[in-house]
């Protein structure tokens, strides 16, 4: 079951920082925040994952909350190809626990 | 990243014949891979969980008799549609857990049943 809360779309411009927000206000404290993203007709794309620390590579920051129930993922400069449906997912660290997707923000990088 | 390869990318084929999909994890080895179908304009929807050399795991109101998985290597993991029907027409794709990291996703499938 999808444990998080997304916004259904989003509109960004060519340059700026885009920040997508996550509600996760049931995650366990063994549950990491996972970000995936889809462009259209392809398979998702992993971007970052965090348990509590903020966390940066070379796509995007994920910035979570100090109580761990939302999470903002900002890519920096956004660009035309950054356009995709953004998916934030709740999950344990266990060994082979699934991904569950929610239903993810669509974002559209605009010129 | 690690890569996951599926194959075909995208396969037509006739209503009441059957159809496989491949899944293969290129440069890493995959105890566990997922299986996931995606309709237009809708979020993926998980199917099954395939565990190397053993039973796959399907989700509920998954048909394990309609989806067959084999997982029978650590690297190539198997999705057959039995008896397709053109209400499978579906967007297939594949993930495998390198790690007990993040998951890498396959390119996916797109299956026309006509």
């Known amino acids: 079951d999808a444990k998080t809360t997304q916004p259904t779309s989003m509109d960004c411009a060519e340059g700026r920082a885009a920040n997508l927000p996550c509600n996760h206000s049931?995650?366990?404290?063994?549950?990491?925040v996972y970000w995936y993203r889809q462009i259209h007709s392809q398979g998702p794309q992993y971007i970052i994952h965090?348990?509590?620390n903020n966390e940066t590579n070379e796509m995007a920051s994920l910035i979570i909350t100090e109580d761990r129930k939302s999470s903002t993922l900002i890519l920096p400069h956004a660009t035309l190809r950054d356009t995709a449906v953004y998916y934030c997912?709740?999950?344990?660290?266990?060994?082979?626990?699934?991904?569950?997707f929610g239903t993810g923000t669509s974002l559209t990088v605009i010129p | 990243g690690a890569v996951v390869s599926q194959h075909p990318s995208w396969v037509i084929c006739k209503s009441g014949t059957s159809v496989k999909i491949e899944c293969r994890s290129l440069?890493?080895?995959?105890?566990?891979m997922f299986w996931y179908r995606q309709f237009p304009k809708q979020s993926l929807m998980l199917m099954a969980t395939?565990?190397?050399?053993?039973?796959?795991?399907?989700e509920q109101g998954v048909e394990k008799d309609k989806f067959l998985i084999n997982h029978a290597s650590l690297t190539l993991s198997t999705l057959t549609v039995t008896s397709a029907h053109p209400e499978d027409s579906s967007f297939y794709i594949c993930?495998?857990?390198?790690?007990?990291?993040?998951?890498?996703f396959g390119q996916g499938t797109r299956l026309t049943v006509v």
């Open positions: 965090g348990l509590k």
């Open positions: 395939s565990n190397e050399g053993s039973k796959a795991t399907y």
């Open positions: 997912i709740v999950r344990p660290s266990n060994t082979g626990n699934q991904f569950y």
């Open positions: 440069d890493f080895q995959a105890t566990t």
């Open positions: 993930s495998a857990l390198p790690l007990n990291t993040e998951a890498f």
């Open positions: 049931t995650i366990s404290g063994n549950e990491y």
